[in-house]
Nanobody, 114 residues
Framework: VQLQASGGGLVQAGGSLRLSCVAS????????MGWHRQAPGKQRELVAS???????NYADSVKGRFTISAEIYKRAVYLQMNSLKSEDTAVYYC?????????WGQGTQVTVSS
């Protein structure tokens, strides 16, 4: 299973970005998908997750600004990020849990300038 993330970049504070992540390979039975991020000098943290049934979970720091969505049949997960802040600057990683095993994408850099 390979995950390909895209959509990162440089944006001014208050701006928006949309991240995408598509899985390829043996991707049947996706249990859940999500986005994590890791800022320099910090641990990787969960940003948002979504289950196969559509239940979502968000970190408190992004509630009301970020929206996670998924298209299971396309094996894709998205993260719409609005009202970006400088503290959102990080490498964002997508992950998908398939048959109970987590798989990770390569990461995409998001930089928010103030």
């Amino acid at each position: 299973v390979q995950l390909q993330a895209s959509g990162g970049g440089l944006v001014q504070a208050g701006g928006s970005l949309r991240l995408s992540c598509v899985a390829s390979g043996r991707t049947f039975n996706i249990n859940g998908m999500g986005w994590h991020r890791q800022a320099p000098g910090k641990q990787r943290e969960l940003v948002a997750s979504i289950t196969r049934s559509g239940d979502t979970n968000y970190a408190d720091s992004v509630k009301g600004r970020f929206t996670i969505s998924a298209e299971i049949y396309k094996r894709a997960v998205y993260l719409q990020m609005n009202s970006l802040k400088s503290e959102d600057t990080a490498v964002y990683y997508c992950n998908q849990v398939i048959l109970g095993t987590p798989y990770w994408g390569q990461g995409t850099q998001v930089t928010v300038s103030s």
